[in-house]
């Protein structure tokens, strides 16, 4: 069955440290991968995705996440975290089937500390 | 190009009451969701609609009902409220092809008493 594990359900950093969300999954073939950021009360908004092209994605606002199949990892990172990027954000799998089918992780809480 | 638009945006609703959640979408697109948003369980899918004239459950359907009333509206309608409905929901559509996000609508939060 395919799943998807966000490691960590809290992560807190200083404001100018790195960034490290963390993402597995669990697939029999080749899925497509997302990450989603929502800040309070507001809807999600996609961040990264990656569909087969390169493994080393970039997305907006300086995040960058690598797809790395031997490990099926998805990890999300950024060099440099801002007090704007506190949020919560979702790893999301994506299956092609009869339906585009989303799994959702269940989502990482990122706080960022002055 | 207004993307996906859900209305209402709050709402509170005794126990026992109906409503139903409205999601229109203008990219033409054929897939289209609802999922419901609880806290430290990510989005879990309530109904799709694969095209217009179709639909089918998801993981947690129980207490909803769903319409597909041409290929831009998806409703959703709970038909006996519970708390246990208390939740934030999503609409979202899909392009279709594979490999592409989801685009979602601002949520609408829900609160049953």
């Known amino acids: 069955a395919q799943s998807v594990t966000q490691l960590d359900s809290h992560v807190s950093v200083s404001e100018g440290t790195p960034v490290l969300l963390r993402c597995n999954y669990s697939s029999s073939y080749s899925p497509s991968l997302f990450w989603y950021v929502q800040h309070p009360n507001k809807g999600l908004q996609l961040l990264l995705k990656?569909?087969?092209?390169?493994?080393l994605v970039k997305g907006i606002n300086g995040f960058e996440a690598e797809f790395k199949k031997s490990e099926t990892s998805f990890h999300l990172t950024k060099p440099s975290a801002h007090m704007s990027d506190a949020a919560e954000y979702f790893c999301v799998v994506s299956y092609s089937g009869g339906y585009n089918k989303l799994i959702f992780g269940a989502g990482t809480r990122l706080a960022v500390h002055p | 190009n207004a993307g996906v638009t859900q209305t209402p945006k709050f709402q509170v609703l005794k126990t026992g009451q109906s409503m139903t959640l409205q999601c229109a979408q203008d990219m033409n697109h054929n897939s289209m969701y609802w999922y419901r948003q609880d806290p430290g369980m990510g989005l879990r899918l309530i109904y799709y609609s694969a095209s217009e004239g179709t639909t089918d459950k998801g993981e947690v359907p129980n207490g909803y009902n769903v319409s597909r009333l041409n290929k831009r509206e998806f409703s959703l309608r709970l038909e006996s409220a519970a708390p246990s409905q208390t939740s934030v929901y999503f609409c979202?559509?899909?392009?279709?092809?594979?490999?592409?996000?989801?685009?979602f609508g601002q949520g609408t939060r829900l609160t049953v008493v």
């Open positions: 990656y569909t087969s092209a390169a493994t």
């Open positions: 979202a559509s899909i392009p279709p092809g594979g490999r592409t996000e989801a685009f």
